[in-house]
C-alpha cells in the first residue's frame, strides 16, 4: 500500500506518465472523466495534456491500453488543439494499436481516426493509415485498409482523397496475406460505389480472377449513388439537412445527387507514363522512308505507346510534326488512319497540355476529310475530337472557318459534324457570341447548299448550338433564313442529346419564352412567358386577315414577341408589312374621321389641322394598342414626304417621332418613314425634326440597325447637305447611345465615300464621326484610313489627337426592347468590352499560311545559324509586307520556338523582335498561340544575359496587349515554368505576375497550381526571388483568397509553413482590392426603366463632378459636395423632384448591396446564435500599414477617391471592400443593412468600446469617418443623430489621444460634415457646430478654414450662416494667419455675403468681418476691398455697435461662444503642437498649406517678436509653456558708462534693422542652444516662421555662422546627453531632431543664406550631422529611419548649396581629423569621402567658384601630415584614391594653371603635392611650353583671376553694354563693381572715355551706391568672428589661435561702429568715414585660421553681451538732436519685454 500511496496523490499528467502501469491506468480512468468533465473546448487545461496524449495510444500495457485509448478518444473529440496531435497519435495507433489481440482496442484506434477526420485532419490520418499498409505485420495492414474503407463509406470521396488510396490498391491484391486481399477487395467495392467505372482503368492490371471476382461485386451493387453519413465539425449544416431527410424519409434523395458525389475523372487517378524515350531510335528515320511498310513499323511502335492512358508531360514537337505528315500528305491510306489513331492516343493521353500542338494539327486533319474511305474519317473524326479536348473552340474556330468555303463537300460536311459534335461540350458561358457568329454566318450558307449532306450536317450543327445555348440566342443570327429552315434546325435541337444528360438552355419551337431561364428566376420567366402568350390572344380581333396569322398579328404581336427576345439584332422588332386597306381600316379605328379625310386636303391649312388632331390622338393613344405601322403609312400618304409647307412637314416629322417615342416601333414601320427623313435632314426648316424622329426610331429599332440604314440611304443619294447631316445626326447619336452593336465595318466603307466626298462639309462630318469612334475603338481605328491621301489623313490625325486620353461618355438613350430585357445589361457590357477587339477583327487580314512552306521552315531549323537567320530575315519579311495576318501560319509556331532556345543569343533575340511584330500583325487571333509559342517566352526570361531577358519581357507585355492573360493563366504551363530552379526566370515572372494580376477581374481556377511554386520562391535561396514573391503574394491573395492561399500551405513543411503563413497576414494586410467590373445599372436583373433612368441620372452626376476635382485638386481645399436638397428655401416642382430622383439610386443601390451582403437568405436560425456570441470579439482589427496602403492606392489612383455630390454604388462596394479585413463580420453586415436601427444599433456597440478599442479605431479612422459621410446623405434624423453623438466622443478621445488627423482622412470627411452644417433642426447644427470646434484641436483649423469657405458657397443660406459664424469664431480664436490662402482674398469672399438676400447670412457675415476689425483695426477697410454703398454703411454701423459693446464691457475679450478652445502661438497649429507627427520632409509641405499672410500686415508681430498679447490672453495653455532661459536680464540691460559717442556714418537702413532684429536673432539664436528641450523647440519653431517667408529671411543674413554653431552644439547636448538621459522622453528628442532639421533644410535651399556658412562651421556641422546618421539610438526612436532619411537629404543640401571652397575645405580637413582619431566611428570617415567624391562630381560646374590657392593649401596641410606612404598603410585605400581624384580633376579642369594656385603655401617642400601636380600635368600634357611666373604675382591677387587682355576686353565691354541698357542697368553696375573688386588693377579709362559726362558721373555714383550697401550690410555681420572667405579677403588656414592684436583691431572696430571718440582715425566722422576706412579682413592676418567652433560661440556670446550694454548706454547717452539718426526703440523694446515676461511667469505660478 505504500507504493500506492506514492502515486495516489500526484496530480492526474504526473499519473499518466508513471512507472506503474496501475498508476497510469488510474491516470487514464481520471483524465477521461475530466475531459468528459471540461465544457470549454478551448480552456488552457487542454494544453497539458498535448504531448501526452501519444503515450495514451501506445501504453504498453494491454488493461491500461483500453483506457488509454478512451481517454484519447475523448480528448480528440472534446479539446479544441486535438488537431496539433494527429501525426504522433494516429502513427501511434497504426504502430501499437492495430496489431493488438484485443478487438476493443483496435474499435478504439478507429474511432480515433475518424475523429480527426471529423476534426478537419483528413488528410494526416489519411497520409499516416497509406503508409501503415507498408508495414510487415499483416493485421496492421488489414486495420490500416479497414480503417480507410470505413472512413470512405462514412465521410465521402469529398472528404476522403481517393487518389493515393487506387494508386496503392493494385498492389494490395498481390498480397499473400488472404486476409489483406479479402480487405482490399471491400475497398475495392466501397471505392467503386462513389466514383464507379472510373475504377476500372487503374485495376485493370491485377489477376484476372480477382477481377471478375470485383465486377460481379460491382454489378450487385445498387444504382443509386451512396451518401455522406458523418459530417465534419465544418458540415453541421449539412448535418442537420441529412437529420432531418432521414426524417422525412428520405423525400428529397434525388435531389442532392450532385450535390454528394462528386463526379471523379479517371484520367486523374492514373499514372503518367513517359514514353518519348521509349519511342524506337530509328522512328524519324523509318517515318521518312519510301516504303510503306517501314513507315507503318515506325507508326505501330508509336501507336502501342500512345495507348497509355495518362501521358508524362515532355516535348512532343516534333513527333507530332511527324504524324502531322503522314496525315497531310502520306498517300497511303492505312498510314493516315494509323497516325491519326497516334494522334488521338496523344491528346488523349496529355489532355490540356497536347493544346499546343492542337493549332497546328487541325487544319491539317481538316482537309484531310476529303478522304471518302470510312475507316479513314472514322479515325480522323476521332483525332479531331480527341484534340478539341485538349484545347477551346476559340482557338479552333480561325481553321474551320477557313475550311468551310472549301469546295470540296466532304469537307465542309465533316468541319460541320465537327461543329455540332464540339457544341455539345459546350455551355452558354464557354461559348460566347464572338465565336458562335462568325461560326453561324458559316454554317447558314451551307444550309443553302447544292450538296444535301452538307446541309444535313450544317442543320444539325445548327440545331445543336441552339439546344445548348437556347433559341433567343441563336435566332439573330439566324434572322435570314425563312421558316421552313428554321424548324428544320428546331427539329434537330429537339433531337440532340447533351453528353452528360444535360439539358440544354433552350430547345426548339415553344421552348423560345424560356430560352433564358437558367438565367432568370422562374417565377419571372413563367410570369414574362404568360405575358407573351397572353397578349396576342388579346390583339386577336385587331387583324381579321389570315394571311398575317401565322407571322405577328398587328403591332401589339409584334411586341409580345419583342419583350422575349433580344431587341439588338434579332426578328423581334420586325413585322409583316400590312396593305394599304388593312392600314386604313387600323387608322380609322384610332384617329377621328376629319383628320383622315384632310390628310391629303390641297389647302395646307386643312393639312395643318389634320396634323394638329394626328397630333392630339397620338398623344392620347394607349401606347399598347397604338398601330404603328398604319400610322406612320398614313403619314407617308400621297402627298406624304413630298410634302410642301415646311410647316405641315415640322407636324408630320414631330408625329413620326412620338410615334417612335410612345409605340412599339417596328422595323417594318422605320422603314415606311426612313427615306423621308434622310431626304428632310438636310433641311434647314425640317432638320431638327427629322433628327428627333430618327432618335426616336433608333430607342425603337436599335442604333445599329437605324445607322446602317441612315447612312446607306444618305449615300445613296447625290445631296451632300443631306450626306453631312445624316453623318452629324450619327454622330451625336452614337454619343447618346453609345457603341454598343455597331457594324463597325459596313459604316466605314460609308465614312470612306464621305472623306473622298467634293463638299468640304461632308468631309469634316465624316471626321466628326471619326472622332466619335476612335473614342470607343482607339487607335485601331485608323488602321483602316492608312491608305487615305496624307493631307485627309493629318486631319483625322488632328481630330483624334484632339480626343486622346478621353473617356467615351456614358450613355443617356437605350433602345426601348433591350432595356426591358432581363439580360440587357450582361450582353451590353459583354459587347462592350469587346469593343476594342471587333475593331481589330474587322481589319483586312491577309493568309500567309502558304507562304510558310517547308523549305522555310526547314531553313530556320538548319544546323547553319546563318542559314537560320536567313530563313528568320525572310519571315519577318513576310510579315511586315502583309502588314495584318490571319492566325494560320502553318509550322511557323514549332520552328520559331526552336529557335528560342538557340545556343546563338543574337537569333534568340532576332525571334523574339518577330514574335513582338507577329503580334502586332496578328491580334486577337494570336490567343491561340499562345500555348505554342507564348509559354516559350516565358522560358527565354531565364536566359543569363540581361538583353535577351529584357527583349523577352517586352515580347511578352506585347503579346499580352494582345491575347489578354486567361490564355497564359490557364493550364499547368505557368506553375511548370516557376517550377524550373533558375532565379532569372523566377524574379521576372514573379514581378511579371505582380504587375499584371492586380488588373485582371478574375482570374483561373488554374492560377492555384502555382501556388506551391510561389511558396517555394519565398524560401529560394535568391534574396531578388524571395522579394519578388512577396510582392506577389498579396496579387495572388487578391484571386484565390486568404482561405485556399492558407490550406495550400499544408503541405509545407512545419517550419516553412510558420514562415509563409506570417507572409501570408501581412499579404493579406496589404491585398488590393479587385477591380470593380463595369458598374451595373438599377438594382439587379428585370429592373427595366427605371434603372435605366437611375444610371443615367448618376452617370450625369459623374460627368459633372469631374471638373470640380480638377479645380480644386491644386488648392489646400478639399472637395465640398454640392448642398443636400434640406434647403428651406421654396424651389419649384421639378426641382423637388429632380432632388427626390437624385436621392432614390444611392438608396436603391444600398439597398441592393444590403440584401446582397454575406449569404444572407441561407444562415439557419442555429448560426444567428454563433453569431451572437461571435459578437464578444473586437470590433475593429489593427492591421499596421492599412491605412498607408489605403492612402497610397487612392494617390495612385487604383481606387476611386472619396469625392462624390451623392454617393454612388461603386464608392459604397469599394467602402465594404476595404471594410471586410478590418471590421468584424457582423459590425460589417449591420453598418450596410437596409435596416436604419441596425445602423443605430451599430453605433451605438461602437459608442460602447471607443475606449477599449481606440488604438483600432484610430487605425480603421479613415473608413470610419467614410462610412459616417454615407450616412449623412440619409435623411433619418435618429441615425443622424446617433452619428453625431458618436463623433462627438470620437474627436474628444482623438485629442486626448494626441492624434492629427491626415489630409487623406479631413479631405474625405469634413466637406460632408460642413453640408450638415446647414441642417433645419437646431439641435443638429448644434451639434456639428460643437464637432467643428472639436475638430480644430485634431486638425489645424488653417485648413478647416478654406473647407468653410467652400461651404459658403453653398446654395442653402443656412449652410452659408453657419460657415461664416464658425468662420468669425475661427479668426477670433487663432488670429488672421488662420486665413487661407491670404487674408485678403478671404476677407473679399466672405464680404460679399454682406449683400445676401438672407437676413441670417448678412448677420453673419458683418460679425465675421467685425471679428477681423477686432484683430487688426482699420486695415479690415483694406482687405475687404470695394463695396457698395449699402453694404459699407452696414459694416460700418455694425463696427461702431460692437466698439460700443465692447467699452461697456472690458473684461469679455476672448469668445464667449467657444470657451474651450486652445490659442495655440503657432496659428497653424501643426508644427508647435506636435512637431512629433512632421518628419522634416513634410515641414516643406506643412509649410506650402500653411503660409502666413502678408509681410506689411499691420496685425503681424515683427519678426521673432514673440506675441505677448496672445500670451497674456491664453490663461488655459500653462502646461504648454516650455521655461525660457534663465539669463540674467539685469546684467545685460544695465547701463555702462562709455564715452561719448559722435556723430555715426552708417546707414539709416543699416539702424532700422539692427535695432528691431539683430538683438531679437541673437537672443533666440542662443536659445537655439539651451539645455532645455522645450525652450530650444521654441527658438528653432520661431526661427523656421522666418525662414519659410522668402521676403523675410534675408534678415538672418550675418547670423548664419552663429545659428548653425548653436545648432549643432544643440546636436552634441543631444548626443552625448539627452539620448542617454532615460527621464527625457524619447518623442521629444525625436521632436527636437525634427524642428533642427527642419530649420537647416530651409536655410540650406536659401543659396545667399547657405553660401554665408563659413568653413569651420561647416566642418563641426558635417561632423554633426554624420555622427547623427552613425548613431544607432536614433533608430530606436519612433520615426527613427525617417529622420536618418531626413538627414542624408540635409547633407545632400549642404554639399549643394554651400559656398564650395568652404565645403570642400571643411571636409579635407574633417577627413584629416577623422583618420588621425581613431576614437569615432571607422564609417564616419567614409562618409567623410563619400561627399568629397560628390563635390568632385559637381567641380566640372563649380570650378569658376572654386578658390582654388584655398583648397591646394587645405590638401598640401593634408598631404603634410599624411605623405603617400603613410597614407597608403592605411587600412583602406579610399582616403588615397579619393585625394588622388581630386587632384587629377582639378589639373584635368584647370590645365596647367593649377601650379600659379600655390600661393598660399609657405612651403611647398614640406608635402609631395606640387611634384604630384606636375606629374599629372605632364603626363595630361599641359606643361610643354608652360612657364611659371611666381615674381610678378601680387600677393593678394590669385593667379587664376589674370586673364588675357582680349578676354578683359569682351567681359567689361558686356557689362558696359548691360549698364547702357535700361532693363539691365542695375545688373551691369553690380557686375562692374564685383569685378573690379575682383581685378582691382583693370582699367576701365578706354570703355568711358567715349562716353558723356552724364554716363561716367551715373557709372561712378551707382559704384558708390553699392560700395555703401555692401559696407552697412558687412557691418551688421558683428556676430561673425571669422570673416566670409569671399573673392576680395585674402585669408589663411592655420590652426593657430587669434592674438591679442587680433581682438584689439576687433575691439577697435566696434568702438568705431559706435561712433567713439577713442579711434586713432575716425575723429573726422562724416559721410565720407567709410571710404577711408580699412576692410575689416585688412585688421586680421592674411590666412584664416579653422578657429574651433566652441571658441566661436563663447565670442558670439560675450558679442550679444556687449552689443545690449551698448545699446543700453546709447538709449541713455543720445542727446535729442540726435533722434533722427537712431529709435528709441531697442531699450524700450527690451524693457517691456523684460516686465511682459515677468508678468507672464507671476500669472503661470
Not at 374621321?593 to 388632331?613: G, T, V
Not at 513543411?1053 to 509563409?1060: E, L, W
Not at 432614390?1144 to 442555429?1166: I, N
Not at 539692427?1554 to 536659445?1567: D, E
Request: charged content about 30%.
Amino acid at each position: 500500500m505504500g507504493d500506492n500511496s506514492e502515486w495516489l496523490k500526484l496530480p492526474i499528467d504526473q499519473k499518466c506518465e508513471h512507472k506503474v502501469w496501475k498508476a497510469r491506468l488510474s491516470g487514464y480512468e481520471e483524465a477521461l472523466s475530466l475531459y468528459q468533465r471540461i465544457d470549454d473546448e478551448k480552456s488552457p487545461e487542454w494544453g497539458k495534456y498535448l504531448g501526452l496524449i501519444k503515450k495514451f495510444v501506445t501504453e504498453s500495457n494491454a488493461v491500461a491500453q483500453l483506457k488509454g485509448l478512451e481517454a484519447a478518444l475523448a480528448f480528440v473529440e472534446n479539446a479544441h488543439v486535438a488537431g496539433k496531435t494527429t501525426g504522433d497519435v494516429v502513427s501511434g495507433v497504426v504502430t501499437k494499436v492495430f496489431n493488438q489481440p484485443k478487438v476493443r482496442a483496435k474499435e478504439l484506434g478507429m474511432d480515433i481516426c475518424l475523429t480527426y477526420i471529423e476534426i478537419e485532419k483528413a488528410e494526416v490520418v489519411q497520409d499516416e493509415l497509406i503508409k501503415g499498409l507498408e508495414n510487415k505485420n499483416p493485421k496492421i495492414v488489414v486495420a490500416c485498409i479497414e480503417t480507410l474503407r470505413k472512413a470512405l463509406s462514412e465521410f465521402g470521396s469529398k472528404i476522403v482523397t481517393l487518389k493515393p488510396i487506387v494508386k496503392i490498391l493494385p498492389k494490395q491484391f498481390e498480397s499473400r496475406e488472404k486476409a489483406v486481399r479479402e480487405e482490399a477487395k471491400l475497398l475495392a467495392v466501397e471505392i467503386y460505389k462513389w466514383i464507379r467505372d472510373a475504377l476500372r482503368p487503374p485495376l485493370q492490371k491485377i489477376n484476372s480472377v480477382q477481377l471478375k471476382e470485383l465486377e460481379e461485386e460491382w454489378e450487385k451493387l445498387p444504382s443509386t449513388p451512396p451518401k455522406q453519413t458523418r459530417f465534419l465539425r465544418s458540415q453541421q449544416d449539412l448535418k442537420a439537412k441529412f437529420e432531418q431527410q432521414q426524417a422525412q424519409g428520405d423525400q428529397s434523395e434525388g435531389e442532392d445527387e450532385p450535390e454528394t458525389v462528386p463526379s471523379v475523372d479517371p484520367y486523374e487517378l492514373l499514372e503518367a507514363v513517359e514514353v518519348l524515350s521509349k519511342i524506337p531510335k530509328d522512328f524519324y528515320d523509318k517515318i521518312e522512308a519510301k516504303k510503306w511498310q517501314e513507315r507503318k513499323e515506325a507508326l505501330e511502335a508509336v501507336e502501342v505507346l500512345a495507348k497509355n492512358p495518362k501521358l508524362e508531360n515532355g516535348d512532343y514537337g516534333d513527333l507530332v510534326r511527324a504524324l502531322k505528315k503522314v496525315v497531310g500528305k502520306d498517300t497511303n491510306v492505312m498510314l493516315v488512319s494509323v497516325a491519326a489513331k497516334c494522334l488521338a492516343g496523344l491528346a488523349n493521353g496529355l489532355r490540356k497540355k497536347f493544346g499546343t500542338y492542337a493549332g497546328q494539327v487541325v487544319p491539317t486533319i481538316l482537309e484531310k476529310f476529303k478522304e471518302k474511305k470510312p475507316q479513314v474519317v472514322q479515325a480522323l473524326q476521332e483525332a479531331i475530337d480527341a484534340i478539341f479536348l485538349t484545347t477551346t473552340l476559340q482557338h479552333l474556330s480561325e481553321d474551320v472557318l477557313a475550311v468551310m468555303d472549301n469546295k470540296n463537300p466532304s469537307i465542309k460536311q465533316q468541319a460541320s459534324l465537327f461543329l455540332a459534335r464540339s457544341f455539345k461540350h459546350q455551355t452558354q458561358s464557354t461559348l460566347p457570341k464572338g465565336v458562335l457568329k462568325p461560326l453561324c454566318a458559316a454554317l447558314i450558307k451551307q444550309v443553302n447548299d447544292s450538296a444535301p449532306e452538307v446541309r444535313d450536317a450544317a442543320f444539325e450543327a445548327l440545331g445543336t448550338a441552339m439546344k445548348v445555348i437556347g433559341e433567343k440566342a441563336v435566332n439573330p443570327f439566324l434572322a435570314d433564313l425563312d421558316k421552313l429552315k428554321l424548324d428544320k434546325i428546331k427539329e434537330c435541337a429537339d433531337k440532340v442529346e447533351l453528353s452528360g444528360g444535360r439539358k440544354g438552355a433552350g430547345g426548339g419551337g415553344d421552348k423560345a419564352a424560356g430560352g433564358g431561364g437558367g438565367k432568370k428566376p422562374p417565377v419571372k420567366a413563367a410570369a414574362e412567358a404568360s405575358k407573351s402568350s397572353a397578349q396576342p390572344k388579346k390583339s386577336q380581333p385587331g387583324s381579321s386577315k389570315p394571311a398575317s396569322g401565322p407571322v405577328k398579328k398587328g403591332k401589339p404581336a409584334s411586341a409580345a414577341g419583342g419583350k422575349a427576345k433580344k431587341a439588338a439584332d434579332g426578328k423581334e422588332s420586325v413585322e409583316s408589312e400590312l396593305s394599304p386597306e388593312v392600314c386604313e381600316d387600323l387608322a380609322a379605328g384610332v384617329l377621328p374621321a376629319s383628320c383622315l379625310q384632310q390628310l391629303d386636303s390641297a389647302n395646307w391649312k386643312e393639312r395643318l389641322a389634320s396634323m394638329e388632331e394626328f397630333q392630339r390622338a397620338v398623344e392620347t393613344m394607349d401606347p399598347t394598342s397604338m398601330p404603328c405601322q398604319a400610322l406612320v403609312k398614313m403619314l407617308a400618304k400621297k402627298p406624304g414626304w413630298k410634302e410642301t409647307n415646311f410647316q405641315v412637314m415640322q407636324m408630320k416629322l414631330h408625329i413620326v417621332a412620338l410615334v417612335g417615342q410612345r409605340g412599339q416601333f417596328s422595323k417594318t414601320s422605320a422603314l415606311v418613314v426612313l427615306d423621308g427623313l434622310v431626304d428632310k435632314v438636310g433641311d434647314v426648316k425640317c432638320g431638327g425634326n427629322a433628327k428627333e424622329a430618327l432618335t426616336a426610331i433608333g430607342e425603337a429599332c436599335s442604333l445599329p440597325w437605324t445607322a446602317e440604314q441612315v447612312v446607306s440611304l444618305a449615300f445613296s443619294q447625290k445631296n451632300p447637305k443631306n450626306q453631312a447631316e445624316t453623318l452629324n445626326w450619327l454622330t451625336n447619336a452614337m454619343k447618346e447611345f453609345g457603341f454598343a452593336g455597331v457594324k463597325v465595318k459596313g459604316f466605314i466603307n460609308n465614312v470612306k465615300t464621305a472623306l473622298g466626298a467634293t463638299n468640304p462639309a461632308v468631309r469634316t462630318a465624316a471626321i466628326g464621326l471619326l472622332g466619335v469612334m476612335y473614342l470607343y475603338m482607339g487607335a485601331p481605328l485608323r488602321m483602316f484610313f492608312e491608305d487615305e491621301k496624307p493631307a485627309l489623313l493629318s486631319q483625322i490625325d488632328a481630330e483624334f489627337v484632339k480626343l486622346q486620353g478621353q473617356s467615351p461618355p456614358a450613355p443617356i438613350r437605350f433602345t426601348k426592347k433591350a432595356a426591358a430585357e432581363e439580360d440587357a445589361d450582361e450582353v451590353d457590357g459583354e459587347q462592350e468590352e469587346d469593343g476594342g477587339q471587333d475593331a481589330m477583327d474587322l481589319l483586312p487580314r491577309t493568309d500567309v499560311g502558304d507562304k510558310i512552306t517547308s523549305d522555310l521552315v526547314s531553313k530556320i531549323e538548319d544546323k547553319n545559324w546563318k542559314i537560320r537567320k536567313e530563313g528568320l530575315d525572310e519571315v519577318a519579311a513576310i510579315i511586315s509586307e502583309a502588314k495584318f495576318i490571319k492566325a494560320n501560319i502553318g509550322e511557323l509556331p514549332l520552328a520559331l520556338k526552336g529557335r528560342l532556345s538557340d545556343s546563338n543569343k543574337i537569333l534568340v533575340q532576332q525571334t523574339l523582335t518577330m514574335l513582338q511584330q507577329l503580334a502586332t500583325a496578328m491580334g486577337p487571333g494570336l490567343k491561340q498561340h499562345v500555348k505554342a509559342l507564348g509559354i516559350p517566352v516565358i522560358t527565354v526570361l531565364g536566359d543569363s544575359k540581361p538583353n535577351v531577358r529584357t527583349a523577352a519581357m517586352a515580347t511578352l507585355q506585347s503579346w499580352v496587349e494582345q491575347t489578354g492573360m486567361k490564355e497564359w493563366l490557364e493550364g499547368e504551363d505557368m506553375s511548370e515554368e516557376l517550377k524550373r530552379e533558375n532565379p532569372f526566370l523566377r524574379q521576372e515572372l514573379l514581378g511579371w505576375l505582380a504587375e499584371k494580376l492586380p488588373g485582371l477581374r478574375t482570374a483561373p481556377a488554374d492560377l492555384m497550381l502555382c501556388v506551391p511554386q510561389l511558396y517555394a520562391c519565398l524560401e529560394d535561396r535568391n534574396g531578388d526571388v524571395r522579394k519578388k514573391a512577396q510582392d506577389a503574394l498579396p496579387m495572388f491573395m487578391m484571386h484565390l483568397g486568404y482561405d485556399k492561399m492558407c490550406k495550400a500551405t499544408g503541405k509545407l513543411k512545419p517550419a516553412s509553413k510558420d514562415q509563409v503563413m506570417g507572409m501570408l497576414e501581412k499579404a493579406r494586410a496589404v491585398m488590393p482590392a479587385k477591380p470593380a467590373g463595369p458598374a451595373k445599372a438599377g438594382s439587379g436583373k428585370g429592373s427595366g426603366e427605371p434603372s435605366r433612368a437611375s444610371s443615367v441620372s448618376r452617370s450625369t452626376e459623374d460627368l459633372d463632378s469631374k471638373p470640380d476635382v480638377k479645380k480644386v485638386r491644386g488648392g489646400a481645399a478639399a472637395k465640398k459636395p454640392p448642398s443636400p436638397p434640406e434647403d428651406p428655401a421654396p424651389s419649384p416642382p421639378s426641382k423637388d423632384k429632380d432632388s427626390l430622383a437624385s436621392k432614390k439610386p444611392p438608396t436603391k443601390g444600398k439597398t441592393a448591396a444590403g440584401s446582397q451582403q454575406g449569404p444572407a437568405g441561407k444562415k439557419p436560425a442555429a448560426k444567428n446564435v454563433k453569431d451572437e456570441e461571435d459578437r464578444s470579439g473586437p470590433l475593429f482589427t489593427f492591421i499596421p500599414n492599412a491605412k498607408e496602403q489605403r492612402i497610397k492606392e487612392e494617390k495612385q489612383l487604383k481606387i476611386l477617391k472619396w469625392n462624390f455630390i451623392t454617393p454612388r454604388d461603386e464608392y459604397v462596394e469599394q467602402l465594404k471592400v476595404q471594410m471586410l479585413t478590418c471590421f468584424a463580420k457582423w459590425l460589417q453586415d449591420e453598418l450596410f443593412h437596409f435596416d436604419f436601427q441596425r445602423h443605430v444599433k451599430a453605433i451605438g456597440v461602437m459608442i460602447e468600446r471607443l475606449e477599449s478599442e481606440s488604438q483600432a479605431t484610430i487605425g480603421c479612422l479613415d473608413l470610419i469617418l467614410k462610412w459616417f459621410t454615407l450616412r449623412f446623405f440619409d435623411t433619418n434624423t435618429t441615425v443622424l443623430m446617433k452619428v453625431l453623438e458618436y463623433l462627438k466622443l470620437l474627436f474628444a478621445m482623438l485629442n486626448r489621444e494626441n492624434y492629427h488627423l491626415t489630409e487623406y482622412e479631413a479631405s474625405s470627411f469634413v466637406p460632408y460634415l460642413i453640408l450638415k452644417v446647414g441642417e433645419s433642426k437646431d439641435v443638429v447644427r448644434k451639434d456639428v457646430r460643437a464637432i467643428l470646434t472639436m475638430l480644430c484641436k485634431v486638425y489645424p483649423a488653417s485648413k478647416v478654414f478654406p473647407l468653410l469657405m467652400d461651404g459658403t458657397k453653398s446654395k442653402n443660406s443656412k449652410q452659408r450662416a453657419e460657415c461664416l459664424e464658425e468662420l468669425g469664431c475661427l479668426i477670433e480664436g487663432y488670429g488672421m494667419n488662420v486665413c487661407q490662402p491670404t487674408p485678403a482674398k478671404s476677407l473679399k469672399d466672405i464680404a460679399v455675403h454682406i449683400g445676401d438676400r438672407d437676413t441670417s447670412v448678412r448677420n453673419a457675415a458683418l460679425n465675421t468681418v467685425v471679428a477681423v476689425y477686432n484683430v487688426c483695426g482699420e486695415q479690415v477697410y483694406k482687405l475687404i476691398g470695394n463695396l457698395s454703398e449699402k453694404d459699407m454703411s452696414m459694416l460700418e454701423e455694425r463696427i461702431k455697435r460692437s466698439a460700443k459693446k465692447a467699452a461697456a464691457n472690458p473684461p469679455k475679450q476672448s469668445a464667449p461662444e467657444r470657451p474651450q478652445r486652445e490659442h495655440p502661438a503657432n496659428p497653424n497649429g501643426t508644427f508647435l503642437r506636435k512637431p512629433a507627427q512632421e518628419d522634416p520632409n513634410k515641414l516643406n509641405q506643412a509649410r506650402q498649406n500653411a503660409q502666413l499672410s502678408e509681410p506689411n500686415h499691420p496685425s503681424i508681430p515683427k519678426e521673432f517678436q514673440l506675441d505677448l498679447d496672445m500670451i497674456e490672453m491664453d490663461q488655459s495653455r500653462v502646461c504648454e509653456l516650455p521655461d525660457l532661459v534663465q539669463h540674467k536680464l539685469d546684467e545685460l540691460l544695465e547701463p555702462i558708462m562709455i564715452p561719448e559717442p559722435k556723430m555715426r556714418s552708417v546707414s539709416p537702413h543699416f539702424d532700422d534693422l539692427h535695432n528691431s532684429t539683430a538683438s531679437t536673432i541673437n537672443f533666440v539664436i542662443s536659445q537655439v542652444a539651451s539645455g532645455d528641450v522645450n525652450t530650444s523647440i521654441q527658438a528653432l519653431a520661431q526661427i523656421d516662421e522666418v525662414l519659410r517667408q522668402e521676403d523675410k529671411a534675408e534678415v538672418m543674413s550675418g547670423h548664419i555662422d552663429q545659428f548653425l554653431i548653436a545648432t549643432f552644439m544643440q546636436l552634441r547636448l543631444i548626443y552625448s546627453t539627452h539620448l542617454a538621459d532615460d527621464r527625457l522622453e524619447k518623442s521629444d528628442i525625436s521632436k527636437l531632431y525634427s524642428c533642427i532639421i527642419g530649420n537647416m533644410l530651409s536655410l540650406f535651399s536659401m543659396e545667399a543664406l547657405a553660401k554665408e556658412a563659413s568653413m569651420g562651421v561647416l566642418k563641426d556641422l558635417m561632423h554633426g550631422l554624420i555622427m547623427l546618421m552613425l548613431d544607432a539610438r536614433v533608430e530606436d526612436i519612433k520615426d527613427g529611419q525617417q529622420l536618418i532619411r531626413s538627414v542624408n537629404l540635409l547633407v545632400i543640401k549642404v554639399l549643394e548649396k554651400s559656398d564650395q571652397t568652404n565645403i570642400i575645405s571643411a571636409l579635407l580637413v574633417l577627413l584629416q581629423e577623422g583618420l588621425v582619431t581613431t576614437a569615432g566611428p571607422p564609417m564616419s570617415s567614409e562618409l567623410v569621402m563619400k561627399c568629397l567624391w560628390r563635390m568632385i562630381r559637381f567641380l566640372p560646374t563649380t570650378i569658376d567658384s572654386i578658390n582654388l590657392d584655398r583648397i591646394l593649401l587645405d590638401v598640401h596641410n593634408f598631404m603634410k601630415v599624411f605623405p603617400k606612404e603613410k597614407l597608403k598603410q592605411l587600412k583602406s585605400d579610399v582616403p588615397h584614391r579619393t585625394l588622388k581624384t581630386l587632384l587629377h580633376t582639378l589639373c584635368k579642369l584647370t590645365g596647367a594653371k593649377i601650379l600659379d594656385h600655390l600661393s598660399m603655401i609657405e612651403n611647398r617642400n614640406e608635402s609631395e603635392l606640387e611634384a604630384h601636380l606636375r606629374r599629372v600635368v605632364k603626363h595630361s600634357g599641359y606643361l610643354p611650353g608652360f612657364k611659371s611666373d611666381y615674381g610678378n604675382e601680387k600677393s593678394g591677387l590669385r593667379t587664376e583671376d589674370r586673364v588675357s587682355k582680349a578676354k578683359v576686353s569682351d567681359i567689361l565691354s558686356e557689362i558696359f553694354k548691360k549698364i547702357g541698357s535700361k532693363e539691365n542697368t542695375k545688373e551691369g553696375l553690380t557686375e562692374l563693381y564685383e569685378y573690379k573688386q575682383k581685378y582691382s588693377d583693370a582699367d576701365l579709362e578706354p570703355f568711358l572715355k567715349n562716353t558723356s559726362q552724364f554716363f561716367q558721373s551715373y557709372v561712378e555714383r551707382g559704384l558708390r551706391l553699392i560700395e555703401s550697401e555692401r559696407e552697412a550690410k558687412a557691418r551688421i555681420q558683428t556676430s561673425a568672428v571669422i570673416p566670409q572667405h569671399g573673392g576680395d579677403s585674402s585669408v589663411s588656414s592655420t590652426n593657430e589661435e587669434l592674438k591679442p592684436a587680433v581682438y584689439y583691431e576687433r575691439l577697435k572696430i566696434l568702438r568705431q561702429r559706435q561712433g567713439l571718440e577713442n579711434t586713432s582715425r575716425g575723429t573726422g566722422g562724416g559721410d565720407e568715414e567709410p571710404q577711408h576706412r580699412p576692410p575689416i579682413s585688412s585688421l586680421l592676418s592674411s590666412k584664416p585660421p579653422v578657429a574651433s567652433s566652441t571658441d566661436m560661440l563663447q565670442s558670439k556670446l560675450s558679442q550679444l553681451k556687449e552689443s545690449r550694454e551698448l545699446y543700453q548706454q546709447e538709449q541713455n547717452t543720445h542727446s535729442p538732436a540726435h533722434g533722427h539718426a537712431r529709435s528709441a526703440l531697442p531699450a524700450a523694446n527690451l524693457d517691456d519685454l523684460r516686465k511682459r515676461l515677468e508678468k507672464i511667469k507671476s500669472n503661470r505660478q
